[in-house]
């Protein structure tokens, strides 16, 4: 089965610095997606960034990056001039195609982020 | 773009009552649709998957007849919670994806809170 996981129940930054969160994942699949979400207080799941797992090129959307390992299994998120709405929970997922035709997603169990004023 | 709404925001009712929520996909076609619960403080856990037009699949330990899930159009998935009892309680969200064959990204709505008397 394929598992996420999220080593750091807890992280913090100070603002403007940098904060990477890790995360592993496990499978046998050599298609599937993974992806960062961000869950502030509100409870709104929100899309971060995405990678496609053929892709070598890590991707990257503004103040967030990844770095994408796929033959240790390891994706990992970098903030970048970390500002105190970046403060949430962050949950690492991992697409994947089970059985027919529709792909699911499975959680990794969340980084909590702290951005310190 | 992709935008996913719920509703309602939060309900409360009585042991033994039924209780829909309602997911919108409000400016694409979501040709797949997911219903997760969260517990507090908890990571997300994916209960069934529905494809417009087709009986939804559910995620094992999940009770198809308690959990009752429609997904009648392109743009509306409504999960029913059949007598609903306190063990029920939690906090649903919905998420919706445009192509079920791609992996393609979920977009998440803001979640419903669910509390059983």
């Known amino acids: 089965a394929q598992t996420v996981t999220q080593s750091q129940p807890e992280m913090s930054v100070q603002e403007a610095e940098t904060v990477t969160l890790s995360c592993t994942y496990d499978?046998?699949?050599?298609?599937?997606?993974l992806f960062w979400y961000k869950q502030p207080p509100s409870r709104q799941m929100i899309l971060v960034i995405r990678q496609e797992a053929y892709k070598q090129q890590n991707a990257t959307e503004n103040r967030f990056s990844v770095n994408f390992q796929k033959a240790a299994k390891s994706f990992s998120l970098k903030i970048s001039d970390s500002q105190l709405g970046d403060a949430a929970m962050y949950f690492c997922?991992?697409?994947?195609?089970?059985?027919?035709?529709?792909?699911?997603?499975?959680f990794g169990k969340g980084t909590l982020l702290t951005v310190n004023p | 773009g992709a935008v996913v709404s719920q509703h309602p925001s939060r309900v409360i009712c009585k042991s033994g009552t039924s209780v829909k929520i309602e997911c919108r996909s409000l400016?694409?076609?979501?040709?797949?649709m997911f219903w997760y619960r969260q517990f507090p403080k908890k990571s997300l856990m994916l209960m069934a998957t529905?494809?417009?037009?087709?009986?939804?699949?559910?995620e094992q330990g999940v009770e198809k007849d308690k959990f009752l899930i429609n997904h009648a159009s392109l743009t509306l998935s409504t999960l029913t919670v059949t007598s609903a009892h306190p063990e029920d309680s939690s906090f649903y969200i919905c998420?919706?994806?445009?192509?079920?064959?791609?992996?393609?990204?979920?977009?998440f709505g803001p979640g419903t809170r669910l509390t059983v008397l």
């Open positions: 400016d694409f076609q979501a040709t797949t």
């Open positions: 998420s919706a994806s445009r192509d079920r064959r791609r992996g393609d990204t979920q977009y």
């Open positions: 997922a991992y697409g994947f195609r089970s059985g027919g035709s529709n792909y699911k997603l499975t």
């Open positions: 529905s494809n417009e037009g087709s009986k939804a699949t559910y």
């Open positions: 499978t046998s699949e050599s298609d599937y997606y």
